[in-house]
């Protein structure tokens, strides 16, 4: 028997549009039924974790050379860029690559879900992704802030990233007018803005920081956008010699592709309409069982196959990631049947749907935020 | 937030000379952020400047439970001194287990060549697998830098006697081989104890270098009743003065299991000899330990603060805090892995997976993790 305290239901506000079960949830479930869902997670992540072994080992090596494989044949293509179907190609190719550079491979690998292999090239603490964002201040905004404070607002960055609107619960001012123009922005340029949010750049601006405090933060950011300027905006680039242009317009091009579609992939995780986002006052003590439960309730998966989870490095099953962080990814889709049983049992909604109506209801409801709430 | 990072161990790349430091640096910027290595190993795993890897070339068996490993490593190798050791890393079912062992071979030998002679445990997890290269060999090793301080000064002493036992022959077994290497001229004693003649690695070797120096002393003593040898029965200081008469002038160096390690400290306490003798450690594994203790009565050693505490049963990341250390605080539930520590030595009991972490120098998430007997954590 618990004493902890399930927070009283907020009231609706104007402008909610969540399905009454949702918002009541909490008053479904009594603290012994949390307690016991907390439990049954617990044993299932446990299982998992003990049967890891060669397999998943030998699952992320294959990854991580079938990504340089893409990217060797990306740039490659650029040779012969002034060929526009072989540009495209190369586009297409060398955004795959970075695409499962920074989602199977860099989010994973640095959530530690590998660093039981012990094998510095996937250790969370040292690995570095191909993004100019450094690994170490995305680890502390994405592990540390997001994945603990996962939707209560005001604590957790990830909710508009400070600079557009995701809840009604964030006031509505003129400025969200261009709620989906800023969305577009970010989305299109989102490495810089991951970047700009690792350097809690809201809180610069908000006074949170002072110049001093982000001193260090933005030497090693330097150092890393720099690195990674320099490789994909010169040094590949003169490489291909009188097609200078044209491999520089390429590789600009592989990362707009890469950074909209983690955005894109980022946001159906927790943007579509009927996403629920607490308020901090809400968000007590937490025990293991209740941390599972908002995990559930603020996450939503996309519905599709094994390149789509391949290609979204298994966010497609965001639930389960939320829910098992650490889990090598491989493991969400397996696990994803018990989970799905789980909520049911527990009268959990658990929200999926394929892409493009994800991707619809994000757009929406970003539309629908950019107005004041009525 | 700062920017402190746990490491997992890396050896340092040896310093590369002009040009291939600047080729280096240029292919890590065409490959940032991973590094070239990632990319060369993928066509051979030894292509990597910044890790010492090897490759088993030679395997064969030495006794009935024995097997020497001729390893060659890659250019990173930085070469070591006789009776230093060496962590050796091999994969099994997707982990990377490292054991540490002593290379037997002369620190005279050929560069990149390295000699293990190890004993294999059958319900061993790392042991079995180097066995298996018997015959078949080319696996990849992962290679540490040597290290350890149980080396012979130079210049060499006049006296040296080299006193082993069982697997520990490996160190002193490097230092006698580099002894005759350059020609030794002082008065040495090789004194080894196994249970019979059979039991004695590297004992035709042996025999040769006693029949070409006749001038050295090497004895093999076996204990085990009616198995012969040069000097029957276990170690007393009797025994030991009957076979190197001239023992007290000289530099005794140990190596062995903790009976016989533990009688010679005690012989050489009793006349006074201890500040002559210098000891291998030999790292025991941790026998199993009931896992339901509160508080397992074992100490918490805070290494780099220099502090330590009596375990109180909560997990470590608490007891560090209430000790006044900055733990590294994130999610406090095992998930965002800000509080990962260096676990050098003892067990920890992970409260989420149910794992026990054993092994020396593991990386351990302190906020979930709960201390079993003594622990050693890098903080």
């Avoid at chain 1, 970075?98 to 199977?104: G, H, L, S, V």
């Avoid at chain 1, 879900?113 to 993004?131: G, H």
Wanted: with cysteine; proline share 7%; net charge positive.
């Amino acid at each position: 028997m618990t004493d902890t305290v399930i927070p009283p239901a907020p009231p609706l506000i104007p402008g909610d549009t969540l399905p009454a079960g949702l918002y009541t949830l909490r008053h479904d479930l009594d603290p012994d039924q949390v307690e016991a869902l907390g439990r049954e997670l617990d044993d299932l992540n446990r299982r998992q974790r003990q049967s890891l072994g060669a397999a998943d080992a030998d699952y992320i090596r294959r990854v991580m050379r079938a990504q340089k494989a893409l990217a060797i044949g990306g740039r490659a293509l650029f040779y012969v860029g002034f060929f526009p179907p072989a540009w495209i190609a190369g586009v297409l190719a060398l955004g795959a690559a970075k695409i499962i550079d920074n989602m199977e491979i860099g989010h994973n690998v640095m959530h530690g879900q590998y660093d039981w292999m012990r094998d510095p090239a996937v250790n969370s603490q040292t690995f570095e992704w191909d993004n100019v964002c450094p690994a170490e201040q995305w680890r502390y905004t994405h592990n540390v802030v997001h994945h603990t404070n996962t939707n209560i607002l005001r604590k957790d960055g990830d909710l508009g990233y400070g600079s557009f609107r995701v809840t009604p619960r964030q006031r509505w001012r003129p400025y969200y007018l261009g709620n989906l123009a800023y969305a577009a922005i970010l989305g299109t340029l989102f490495e810089w803005g991951v970047a700009m949010h690792g350097l809690d750049l809201p809180g610069r601006i908000a006074g949170r920081r002072t110049r001093e405090q982000n001193r260090p933060l933005v030497r090693q950011f330097r150092r890393k956008a720099a690195r990674q300027v320099l490789k994909d905006y010169v040094l590949f680039p003169v490489l291909t010699g009188p097609l200078f242009l044209s491999t520089l317009a390429g590789n600009a091009a592989a990362n707009v592709v890469r950074n909209v579609w983690a955005f894109l992939v980022i946001a159906c995780g927790h943007f579509p309409d009927g996403s629920v986002v607490f308020d901090h006052n809400q968000i007590g003590q937490e025990n293991r069982g209740m941390w599972y439960v908002r995990q559930i309730v603020t996450s939503t998966n996309i519905r599709g196959g094994r390149l789509i989870h391949l290609m979204t490095g298994n966010l497609s099953l965001h639930i389960e990631h939320h829910l098992f962080p650490d889990l090598p990814a491989r493991r969400y889709l397996a696990v994803s049947h018990e989970v799905q049983d789980i909520c049911r049992r527990y009268g959990i909604p658990y929200k999926t749907g394929p892409m493009y109506r994800q991707v619809g209801s994000v757009l929406k409801h970003l539309a629908r935020l950019s107005l004041p709430t009525r | 937030m700062t920017l402190q990072t746990v490491r997992p161990a890396m050896s340092p790349r040896r310093a590369d000379r002009g040009l291939t430091r600047v080729t280096g640096a240029v292919a890590d910027l065409f490959t940032t952020p991973h590094g070239a290595d990632r990319f060369s190993e993928l066509i051979n795993p030894l292509w990597v400047r910044n890790e010492i890897r090897g490759r088993v070339v030679a395997a064969r068996q030495q006794t009935m439970d024995t097997v020497s490993l001729t390893v060659r490593t890659n250019r990173a190798w930085p070469g070591f001194t006789a009776g230093q050791s060496v962590g050796v890393s091999v994969e099994v079912d997707g982990v990377l287990q490292t054991r540490y062992y002593s290379p037997a071979g002369s620190q005279h030998g050929p560069a990149r060549e390295l000699e293990f002679t190890i004993r294999v445990n059958p319900g061993g997890v790392v042991s079995p697998v180097l066995a298996a290269t018997v015959g078949q060999p080319g696996l990849v090793l992962r290679l540490t830098p040597p290290r350890g301080t149980f080396t012979l000064p130079t210049p060499r002493p006049d006296r040296l006697l080299l006193l082993s036992g069982g697997s520990g022959i490996t160190p002193v077994m490097s230092m006698l081989r580099t002894l005759v290497d350059e020609g030794h001229q002082g008065k040495l004693a090789f004194l080894h104890y196994a249970d019979d003649a059979d039991d004695v690695p590297y004992r035709e070797e042996l025999e040769a270098i006693q029949r070409r120096r006749p001038d050295l002393d090497v004895v093999l003593a076996y204990t085990a009743p009616g198995a012969g040898g040069g000097l029957p029965g276990l170690f007393t200081g009797e025994r030991l003065a009957a076979a190197v008469p001239w023992y007290f002038g000289a530099h005794t160096y140990l190596c062995g299991p903790p009976p016989l390690a533990a009688a010679v400290q005690d012989h050489f306490r009793v006349v006074g000899l201890l500040d002559r003798l210098h000891v291998e450690r030999f790292t025991l594994g941790i026998g199993p330990i009931s896992a339901d203790d509160a508080a397992s009565g074992g100490t918490i050693t805070f290494r780099r603060s220099g502090i330590s505490v009596a375990d109180d049963g909560s997990t470590l990341l608490e007891q560090a805090e209430r000790a006044g250390l900055d733990g590294r605080r994130g999610c406090g539930m095992g998930i965002c892995f800000r509080c990962v520590q260096v676990k050098h030595s003892g067990r920890v009991h992970n409260v989420i997976s149910g794992r026990d972490h054993d092994d020396p120098d593991e990386e351990v998430q302190i906020c979930v993790g709960v201390p079993v007997g003594d622990v050693e954590l890098d903080l």
